[in-house]
Structure formats: C-alpha cells, structure tokens
C-alpha cells in the first residue's frame, strides 16, 4: 500500500508532466511574470477576469525546477472560476498544503513564486485589456513580501 507521502508525490509529478493550463493565454486580461533569482525559477500567469470579478481563464507558463511548475499548475487549477474576494482570502499556508508534501524553507519559495506571481497578476492589466484596473478591489493576500524572504 502507498505511504501518503508517495501519494503526494505521483500528484506532484502528475502536474509536472501533465500540467494543466500550461501556455500563453491570447486573450488574457491580466499578465504577470517574475523568477526566483536564488535559482532560476521563472512563472508567468495570464488572466482573464471577468465583469463579475471571476477569473474565467487562467495559464501559466515558466521553466523551473519539479516544485515550482507543480505547484503553478495546482494553483492555476485551483483558480478558475473564483472571485478576487476568494483569491484574497487565499494564504500562502492555504498554497504549501495545496502542494502537499512538507518543504524546506528554500523550496518553500519555489512553491510559493507562482502564488506570489498571481497577486501581482491581479494588479496587472493587459495593454488591450477590457477592464479597468482601478475597478478591481484591493487585493492582500497576506504573508512576506519577496524582499522580505531574502
């Protein structure tokens, strides 16, 4: 019988080999991409949010290690269909346990980079987005910032 740690870990290397949403989203509303300087880890989120403040479509892209393209590929599976207000409430603690599997503080930020990238997303307009930023509500997700992982 599989140990619970083996079953996260086949879930963590099913969205590494079959990701979901892993591409550029054309019509996107929203963009944003960063990387983990410390180890090369890079995430890009594309949104589209709709009139409702519902993200109706949600990619990612990026290149990185097992970790950080895993947990993209949860979070953005995890997104689709919620509101900015839900996404708010949604902590850095909630994304770790999405992951699974407990992390080293070091792969603490791979798992945590493309959560990090979607708060910035939220506040990212594409240049031919419909929408308009300043209409949004504030969003806080919580947690450090970057600057303060160092």
Known sequence: MASEQDI????????YEDPY???DLDHATHSHEADNPLCGDVIQID???GADDTIEEA?????GCVISQASASMLIETI???????????SADEMLKLFGPKLTPNRQKCCLLS?????SAVHSPTND??????DLPEVNFG?????EES
């Open 59 to 63: 990619w990612f892209n990026g290149d």
């Open 115 to 119: 959560w990090r990238v979607l708060q």
């Open 47 to 49: 949104l589209k949010i």
């Open 80 to 90: 689709e269909g919620k509101t900015l207000d839900e996404l708010r409430d949604f």
């Open 21 to 23: 949403h892993r591409g």
């Open 8 to 15: 996260y870990e086949e879930h963590v290397l099913d969205h």
């Open 143 to 147: 947690g450090p910032s970057l600057g």
């Open 129 to 134: 987005s419909p929408t308009d930023d300043d």
